[in-house]
């Protein structure tokens, strides 16, 4: 599991160490730790780190002092450096340091330090650089990057994403990419992507939440002996190594009804396939047993798809509701409703999808957990009386899964690209596991009965414990991905496709 912390947080870890150590220590580990990352990419990219072009951006902060004093450090080693300041002050013993180490000195800014140089030559240098390291602003950002280094970022991001040039430097962002919310994970501002982060003490809570996220790269820590034991993570992510601690795996003695039964309320004559997927993504992820609720004629599908699912009302540890439920069948829209006031009445885990959202209560317990898509989550919201609509969901995902829980109580997975959990207690994670193939017709209801049997295995131990079913709706999310990834490797894939790849996903996952 990764977890990330806020800039208040990792400040307070830093404070002992910097309070006990020599003045600068710390910076000097960290850039350090940056240099090393840097030579090792140089030379995965050409052989060496002497001779190469290393182009450093540097802000007004620390974290323009990390990337002068990593420059200096690679250009000690051979490498070619050249800083781009914006800022007129920068800091000071790193500005040293690169001079005593022979780097060159360019400045976007009057009053700089180096020579003057305007933003179009900056460019130039930057994209005919090896390596590019986006030192402007880190942990210290209040909105936007601004200005001059404004400029550079928005021109030097349109520039590389076109991948014009003979070889287009790899970027690699200092701490964080300059300008995210290193919180929450928006975007006030232009953020240059990047292919790398290196980040210092603790992983940021920005580097793990959307939309940031997918502009950090790969994310790299350098440990600096930060104690964050007392600290409770701001954002979480599961690993593939997590799973196996998760997944409800029978023991010798279980019977089909100690492993869990799933109920199944989905499907109507118009989207008789959703049943279908939902059900057999909760049989092959591997329910105890799977029971289907609905009309005779959805049923049949059902059984011609999955002979092993029993058709009919019964007990069941949890229920999926809602998959393909379309508004204007009452009969099935009918069954939904009983099946949820059944459900909240005795407790039980719930997965309240799609035709299911608007039939809930206004409070609800953790352990009914939400699968809205950024337009489902707009309306849930905004019958709730925000104002909300689905780009804006888009754009602050985070921020609007975190208010649809606190307003519902309820514990909500997000779907999108990245999909955000957000738990009992406000604990966020945020999985980005899937290929963008799966953004395909039906794999949110396989996603929805993969739910159904994790949350049914799980049912006793949810409630004991209700911020583990945050915990284990990731776990879904990140078994969907895998299973799609699975299904047909760097290919278009199929909703069936992912449910029939997820018996093989999940023994993979429990193999270790
Ligand atoms: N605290 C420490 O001892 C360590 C800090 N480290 C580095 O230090 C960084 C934090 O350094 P700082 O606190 O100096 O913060 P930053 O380097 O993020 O920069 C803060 C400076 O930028 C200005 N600024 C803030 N927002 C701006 C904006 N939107 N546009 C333009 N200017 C803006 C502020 O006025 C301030 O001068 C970390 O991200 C990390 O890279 C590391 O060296 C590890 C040790
Ligand atoms: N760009 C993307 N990359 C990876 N996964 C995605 C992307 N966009 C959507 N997804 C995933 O695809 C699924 C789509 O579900 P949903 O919107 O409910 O579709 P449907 O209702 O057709 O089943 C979700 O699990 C979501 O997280
Ligand atoms: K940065």
Known sequence: MIVGYTAAQVRAAEQPLLDAGPPGALMHQAAFGLAVRVARLLTDRRGGVRGADVVALVGPGNNGGDALLAGAELARRGAGVTVVATSAAVHDGGLAALRAAGGTLLTVVDGGPGRRVWVGDALAEAVSADVVVDGLLGIGARGAVRAEAAELVTLLAELLAQDVAPAVPDV????????????????????????????????????????????????????????????????????????????????????????????????????????????????????????????????????????????????VQAWVAGPGVDPADAEQTGRVRDVLAEALAAGLPVVADAGALGHLPDHLSPWVVLTPHAGELATLLSVRGEEVDRERVEVDPVLWARRAQRVTGATVLLKGPTTVVVGAGGAVWAQSDGPAWLATAGSGDVLAGLLGTLLAGCADEVLEDPPLVAALAAAAALVHGRAAHRSNPGGPVHALGVAHALPGTVADLLRG
């Open 172 to 315: 690699v962002a200092v701490d964080v990419p300059s300008g995210i919310g290193v919180d929450d994970g928006d975007l006030p501002g232009p953020v240059l992507p990047a292919d790398l982060t290196v980040t210092f003490g603790a992983v940021k809570a920005g580097l793990l939440l959307p939309p940031a996220a997918g502009l950090a790269g790969d994310v790299e820590l350098v440990d600096l002996g930060l104690d964050l034991t007392g600290s409770t993570p701001a954002a979480a992510r599961l690993e593939v190594s997590d799973v196996a601690d998760l997944w409800p795996v029978p023991a010798a003695a279980s019977h089909k009804y100690t492993r869990g039964v799933v109920g199944v309320v989905a499907g109507t004559a118009l989207y008789p396939g959703a049943a279908v997927l939902a059900t057999t993504a909760a049989v092959l992820s591997g329910a105890g047993m799977v029971r289907y609720v609905g009309p005779a004629a959805v049923g049949h599908a059902v059984l011609a798809a999955r002979p092993e699912v029993v058709v009919g009302h019964g007990r």
